[in-house]
């Protein structure tokens, strides 16, 4: 979780949040959302987050939507993470359906 919350934020993304699933869900322990400001900041965080991912922990992360860049999915097993566009996010509103989890402001 750390190491996802610190290369999120070294790569500029926004309004990060972080959804404790712990008790609600058997799909994950976490699940973090944040926008990037473009396709091409969407992909390039999700890109470095995976790299990170596989140098620190030899871990090969799921990926989805990384070629579109509006909506990547990263499942590392235990953290779920999600980088919108903002219009993307905004449609979707993926924070509201998790609202009961616990939504927490990761900074």
Avoid: C
């Avoid at 309004?15 to 799909?27: E, Q």
């Avoid at 992360?61 to 903002?86: C, M, N, Q, S």
Wanted: net charge negative; proline share 2%.
């Amino acid at each position: 979780m750390d190491l996802v919350l610190t290369s999120l934020d070294d790569d500029k993304a926004e309004d990060i949040v972080t959804i404790d699933l712990r008790s609600k869900s058997a799909m994950a322990d976490h699940m973090v959302v944040a926008s990037g400001r473009s396709t091409r900041q969407v992909a390039a965080m999700a890109q470095k987050l995976m790299d990170r991912l596989k140098e620190t922990f030899r871990l090969t992360a799921r990926v989805e939507g990384k070629d579109t860049g509006d909506w990547v999915l990263i499942d590392t097993g235990d953290v779920v993470v999600h980088i919108f566009r903002p219009e993307v996010r905004e449609f979707y509103q993926l924070e509201k359906m998790w609202q009961d989890a616990g939504r927490v402001p990761a900074s």
